[in-house]
């Protein structure tokens, strides 16, 4: 997936999380994670935003995510839609699993 802007997926709310994703030429995938429950979840919570951008075939990006609690789902779905929204693609791929 190629990043052509910035795009940008929830909330601040409890419960949720705000996922910036921009493009970046090289250099892969850096991560700015700031989290309410860090210490207890936020090499999970990195690993599935980096998992899910993996899925996505998107390799270099700056990802800032700010976090108030998501649930793995939410952090997934919050992911997918701004790494859509930075690729200005409405092709989604939904499935189930």
Same mark, same amino acid.
């Given at each position: 997936?190629?990043?052509?802007?910035?795009?940008?997926?929830?909330?601040? $709310? &409890? &419960?949720?999380?705000?996922?910036?994703? $921009?493009? %970046? !030429?090289?250099?892969?995938?850096? *991560?700015?994670?700031? &989290? &309410?429950?860090?210490?207890?979840?936020?090499?999970?919570? $990195?690993?599935?935003?980096? !998992?899910? *951008?993996?899925? *996505?075939?998107?390799?270099?990006? +700056?990802?800032? +995510?700010?976090?108030?609690?998501? *649930?793995?789902?939410?952090? %997934?779905?919050?992911?997918?839609? +701004? +790494?859509?929204?930075?690729?200005?693609? $409405?092709?989604? %791929?939904? !499935?189930? %699993?």
């Amino acid at each position: 997936m190629k990043l052509v802007q910035k795009g940008m997926a929830g909330t601040m $709310e &409890s &419960s949720d999380i705000m996922v910036t994703v $921009e493009p %970046k !030429e090289d250099g892969g995938i850096s *991560l700015d994670l700031t &989290s &309410s429950v860090m210490q207890q979840f936020g090499r999970q919570i $990195e690993a599935v935003i980096r !998992e899910t *951008l993996a899925n *996505l075939g998107v390799e270099n990006a +700056a990802v800032t +995510a700010v976090d108030k609690g998501a *649930l793995d789902c939410t952090v %997934k779905a919050r992911t997918n839609c +701004a +790494a859509y929204r930075a690729a200005a693609s $409405e092709d989604y %791929k939904w !499935e189930a %699993k």
